[in-house]
Structures are given as C-alpha cells and as structure tokens.
C-alpha cells in the first residue's frame, strides 16, 4: 500500500509522524464505521450546527453522517428547551420548529446557543443485583468561536481559548480526572482523551476545517421525580434513582486542512424508542 492518501495530503508544517497518527486514527475509525471509541458513542446523540442561517438541532450520529428524520425517531425529542446565551443578560429561550431532518432554532451562528432536553423516559437495568433506574438529559453547546465561556448547563463542555483545549464541568465545577472525552470531525475521523486533575482535556490539535464536536457522559446517583411531556401533549410522572448526562459542544473551524468529505448518508432508524423505557 503507498505510503500517501489523497484524504490526508502531505503539508509542510505537519512533521511525517504525525501525519502517520492522523492518518492511522482516521483510518482506523473509519474502518469502525464510527463505532465506539468510548461509551459516549454508544447512544444516539443531538447537536446543534449551522443550517440555512441558523442553527439546527440533529439527532443520530454526527460523525457517521447518520441524521434522523420527522416523522420517525426525531420525534423522540419532545418539548426541548433552546436557548441563547447573550452576552452581559445570561441564557434567553428561542422558538423552534419540527423540520423533515432537524429541529430549527430562531437563532443564528453568531450567537452561543444550548439545546436541552431532559424529557426522556427512564431506563431500567440490573446492576450488582439492584434495579438502577435511570433517567437521561441530553444537551448540546453551540459555540461561534472558542473563546473562554462560563459553563452554564449542568454537565458541560466549554471552550478555554486554547486551541484543542476544553473543560468539562458537572454543576459548575470541574470534573475529576481521568474522565472520557471524545471529539468527532464530520468527515469520520475521531479521537478519545482523558481530562486532567482540573477538568481541562487537551488534543494534539484540530486538523481540519469543517465542523467537530466535542463530547461526554456522566452518571450520577441521585433519587428524584420530575413531570415528563409525552408526543400527543399528555403527561407523566417519572421516578429515577439515578440521572445520566450526554452532553456535546460543537463549532465550525475555518482554519487548517480542507474539510474531511461526510462519509456517505446512512438511513435513519424505523423504529421507534429501544425497548426497556417506561411507556413502551
């Protein structure tokens, strides 16, 4: 096999070794169809990206192309919250509307914008002998630069204004060490480290232009009830005895190589919510 790969050409300022890195890792996650490299691929996720001059919410797989559709799964997210954060006043709710293959948010690119939704059902499974009943908040970040921000949501990831540099946070402090962190580029390409003692994970760098994400999971136990929206307006109460976060920052970068082309669409799930969720 040659040596060079037309996705990954050859540029003076990137020294052979790690070219060979870049291209193995790519390689090696596209070989995977963008399976995990952590827990955090194992779920469908919801991110936030510029489209048509705003910003829309998508739910699938960012980085294997995979786009849900209404009607179909994208309906699952019921009554999500969206927001923007203006500077100086603090987070401000923004209208949405149902599209074919995305939620659109009366918000636009230039602006920080957060997508919540903790409207899920609960989820139930054995753990050490003990039913561990666990209920979901989805979120996701849109930043226009990465400057340095305050986090605002209660498992987040934000930018330091270091290049490749982001902090995770869990009720506005910083995670421990140790903890998975995941960035995707839409092209297929992914790469997995961990934080520091201060919650700050640090990649080698951010290749290509186009747009990434930056990604985490988090569990927690803690007993709770809250009023759950269903599809047709209707509502429940749901009891868990533990809660998960799955939260992602994403943006555009405008600099470095040209962008990784998306790997070819795959169809969106027929079915509905995966078996095992209360109301099922």
Known sequence: MPDQDARFPRTPWIRPATRRVIRTLSHTALLLGGLALGAQAAAHQLWLEPKDGALGMYYGYMDRNHREVSPGRLDEIVAPKAMIVVEGIGPQTVDTAMQRSHLALDAKPEHTALLIHDNGPVYRNEQGGETVAMHWTMTSRFAPNLDTVEPVLEFDVTPTGETGAFLVTLYGNPVGPRHAVRLSHEGGWSMERRTDEH????????PWQGLYMVSARHTVAEPGRRERTLEDGSTETIEHSHRGFATNLTFIRSQGLDPLPR??????????????AEGN
Do not use: K
Request: charge should be neutral; avoid cysteine; hydrophobic fraction near 35%.
């Open 199 to 206: 919650g700050i994970v640090r990649f080698p760098g951010l």
């Open 263 to 276: 790997l070819p669409a795959s169809g969106p799930h027929e079915e509905g919510m995966r078996a095992g």
